[in-house]
């Protein structure tokens, strides 16, 4: 995995993570349906699990997800979530070694973890466990920046984060996903997606990020103050409104 303790960073913010991390628009199942022919029932991976976001979505619409995740914690967590769905199970294992039978999936999906990766040893693992043919999907929502509030917010983040820069998956650019395809090439696709929170919505959606202080730790408090400033400053009728860009790509290896 990439550096920065990426497979255990989340362990003590499983539920804050299953609260207030935001979902995945139904529109990216349309369209891998309709571009891509994936129809339900196929076998995929979520590489980078975690506690489940995408699975849930992957297994609402009919799929068999074999969730790969290494942090323990979050892990169980996707287990008690999921595991009313027949077609779901989840294994100890990362994107360079996931531990899964060669040839075995119709497609591969990375939830808001590719840029945790280390593409040039996550590339031939996935081609090893897809079949010909087989799809790699790479999705993240990227929080949008573009209006008072959501730029006052990202420079909270800033000012209270201990390594935001460093690992901010828009450090992923095209210029890497087009490298991690190469010599094939890929899709992408955007999609609308927001949360609407009230005060201790956005504490936890803020408390969900790897990067800032957990409560207990220095910093925290000073944090909370800020950000109760910012939500008073920006809420209207009690909520503020976080919006997303939903970004895709896709294609074979």
Known sequence: MAPHNSTERFGNRV??????????PAAVIDYLQ????LPSGSAVADVGSGTGISAALLLEAGYEVTGVEPNGPMREKSVELLGHFPGF???NGTAEHTGLETGSMDAVVAGQAF???NAAQTRPEFKRILKPQGIVVLIWNERLTDDAFSAAY??????HASDYKQVDHRNTDEEKISAFFHPAAFESATFPNRQVFDFDGLKGRLGSSSYVPAPGEAGYDAMVEDLRVL???FQENGTVTVRYAT???AGTL
């Open 154 to 159: 990202d420079e909270l983040i800033v000012r």
């Open 231 to 233: 939500f008073h400053r």
């Open 34 to 37: 309709q571009r891509f022919g």
């Open 89 to 91: 199970r989840a294994v």
């Open 247 to 249: 970004k895709l790509y």
């Open 115 to 117: 840029h945790w990766f």
């Open 15 to 24: 539920d804050d993570y299953v609260k207030y991390r935001p979902g995945y």
